[in-house]
């Protein structure tokens, strides 16, 4: 329990900034976005932090409950599934990326601050 403590609190300040930040400067962060999703070593670089920080998250929490805790496995393997997609399929990845960027960004600033608060609330209150 206490890694997934520690795990929950880094993901909420990560989640929360990331989520408050779009809100705060939706234009900036579509601009930024678009001009990422074109550059080859960005979209590399990102594949690999993703593959490692959802190994490292695994390796040190991997473990299905029935509680609150599985979300922090969850994120893992999303992470994984993310970096290897990159690697394995980016076209794809990329169409879908682009998509995000210009259709559910809204959707994706309210989902950062959900997680952001629910992992907040496990971290450090509950």
Do not use: C
């Not at 880094?10 to 408050?20: D, M, R």
Request: no cysteine.
């Amino acid at each position: 329990m206490e890694t997934s403590v520690f795990l929950a609190r880094i993901f909420s300040v990560v989640y929360l900034s990331a989520g408050l930040g779009m809100l705060l400067n939706q234009s900036y962060f579509k601009k930024g976005m678009k001009k990422m999703l074109d550059d080859f070593t960005a979209i590399l670089l990102g594949g690999l932090m993703s593959l490692v920080l959802g190994m490292l998250i695994l390796s040190v929490h991997s473990s299905w409950a029935q509680d609150w805790t599985s979300l922090v496995t969850l994120v893992g393997y999303i992470a994984v599934a993310k970096g290897v997609l990159l690697f394995m399929a980016p076209e794809w990845m990329l169409s879908m990326s682009k998509k995000m960027v210009t259709k559910l960004l809204p959707a994706s600033m309210s989902l950062a601050i959900l997680f952001g608060l629910v992992f907040g609330y496990f971290g450090y209150i509950g």
